[in-house]
């Protein structure tokens, strides 16, 4: 009998054997087809396998202590002599009993599964993997007992839950207010300062009497009398302001002005409290209302020499996103005195900051020049001539490749021409 012969008999596949004898499934299969005699030593070792089939085919290839039943019927038989539940054996596999009971059905015990169960339960592997009854291996964990009544399995005196009796009148109590003031759970929930979840359990009756009757009167219709607490919360929603912010504002902490909205306050306190708030939400308008005013201050000087975003970002030295948010308001006063006086005083500051800024500097300057030519109705060669300067000087001047005293006395001939022309008698002349 070859090793398919074996193997078959056995009710093996080709990826069992391989897998037990640690070699390649093609190892397998190429032995098989060629009738091949070296895994049979390795099978007879691994599997429970008389020798004696080598010589005579009618004898038994069986062991007598070779069980041939399936893997569910050895995995049940082991855990009820040794009594272990499913459930107990796949928590301490750390798998579910659905999964464990679908790989014992199938009969598909990897070897790694297989090794697992033998370390973690005690159960031998061989036994549970191909019924090798030689060694079905001593059960590790120890046996379930039934739980003495007030104990628990471990023997420990078993915890009394925190509720064990719900309050279920005033949870529905509570729940018909709710319904009464024509509330949902998510408004309520917003109105107490809780979660929706919290809601729903203490309409199921975990609540006391003491928190049902506040919760009432907190969420009644208008009778006449309004929750100071409520009414400093509405406040502060009206303000826009967190919770932490507001509690900077009126000096608490976060945790005790969310304890006076839930209503841990007297009116007058909330009064106080509402003014304070008040005060803060004018004077921050006031506030954004002169940050606005300062930055289309800026956005005017800007634009009155010439100067684009990216060209004040260069002279103060920040990104042109940043330069957008200020002439959006995100600026003080004091900032945007001190932008507005370098705007128009760029110019005229070609010594300090970075290369950048004075070649930015240089640019301003050339346009000045250019924009003074143009107004004249001169030509750069006529300019040139007026101060001594050569066409390809002026044309350098016009692009930035100038200093401050150049330019100076560039504009100032321009200046000479144009006040010729504007005095009397001269386009007579």
Known sequence: MNLMDLREAMGLTTAQVAEELGVPRQDVEDSEETGSTWLLQPFIAAFPINPEILKDENIDPFLDSYVQNTVRDRAVEWREKNGLSIERMAAALEMTAEQLAAAEESGRITRALGTKIEKTVGMNRKWLMYGDGRKKGTCILKPEKPAARGRNADGEKAKTPAHTAPNRDGGKRMKDARKEAGLTRERMAEMLGVSVSRIAQMESGYVKDSKVEEVISRIQPETGRQDPGMQL?????????????????VGLAAGTLAAMECGHISMRRANELIEAIRNAQNTRDSADTLSRDAGIRI????????????????????????????????????????IIRRIQGA??????????????AKILLGRQVRDAREAAGLSQKAVGDLVGFPQSRISLIERGQVDESTTAEILRAIEEVMAERERPGTEAE
């Open 233 to 249: 919360r509405e406040a502060r929603k009206t303000a826009g302001l967190k919770l932490k912010e507001a509690a900077e504002i």
């Open 347 to 360: 110019p005229r500051h070609r010594s300090t900051g970075t290369k950048k800024v004075r070649k930015t």
């Open 299 to 338: 956005r005017d000087a800007r634009k009155s020499v010439g100067m684009s975003q990216k060209e004040l970002g260069v002279i103060l030295r920040m990104p042109e996103s940043r330069v957008a948010r200020l002439e959006l308001g995100n600026v003080t006063e004091m900032q945007a005195e001190e």
